[in-house]
């Protein structure tokens, strides 16, 4: 069985409003706009058809300039991570997409959303899939967003993933593909994700990023 993020969200398709429709299609043309950029391709249409997205592409790009001097070759876009995960007798295989830059001694997740810059659960899983899908430690994995939104300016978020959240998340994942299979787990009582502070306001630089195989 394959789980995507979009099957762990709480939330059912009857639940969306025109509102939300409007926030994707946004949150759509925005991750677009900022991919054809980086990939050196026309962005004009998208920009002048959409104002907002404009602005937001410009802020990303006053936020971390150097993102858009890597070379296609360092910034792996959309690379799909997954793994398994067994819950009573169904092996379940969870799947993300991120953008990845993979350094001799660690790995950096790269996104850009409009979203609250805070940690969430979807950061967390993307994490664990990652950290479990490369085989790497938690400490050389860390998660950067730059996040957008119409109410606050844009930010930078930088996770640091490490061994306690790493299991917790885990711990979290298996409970929550358990009540989609609708399968018993071993826990007592689904464990949360608690909304503690993983950030680190250092500036980073993708300068001099060596090409990894992986």
Request: some cysteine; aromatic content about 8%; glycine content about 2%.
């Amino acid at each position: 069985m394959l789980i995507t993020l979009n099957d762990l969200n709480s939330k059912s398709e009857t639940e969306y409003t025109t509102k939300d429709n409007n926030q994707y299609e946004q949150q759509f043309q925005f991750q677009l706009a900022v991919k054809q950029l980086l990939l050196k391709l026309p962005v004009e249409p998208i920009l002048e058809s959409y104002p907002q997205v404009k602005n937001w592409v410009e802020k990303i790009q006053q936020l971390l300039p150097s993102l858009f001097t890597i070379s296609a070759e360092k910034l792996h876009l959309d690379t799909a991570f997954s793994q398994s995960i067994n819950v009573g007798e169904t092996n379940a295989c969870l799947q993300i997409s991120t953008n990845a830059i993979f350094k001799r001694k660690s790995t950096i997740l790269i996104e850009w959303a409009i979203r609250k810059p805070t940690v969430n659960w979807a950061d967390k899983t993307k994490l664990w899939v990652a950290c479990e899908y490369l085989s790497i430690p938690p400490e050389s994995l860390k998660l950067v967003v730059l996040a957008v939104n119409s109410e606050l300016p844009a930010k930078s978020l930088i996770i640091r993933w490490n061994e306690g959240e790493h299991k917790t998340t885990g711990n979290w994942l298996k409970n929550k593909v358990a009540s989609l299979m609708n399968e018993p787990t071993n826990e007592t009582a689904p464990i949360l994700i608690p909304d503690i502070d993983l950030t680190d306001n250092r500036r980073l630089t993708f300068s001099e990023i060596p090409e990894v195989a992986i």
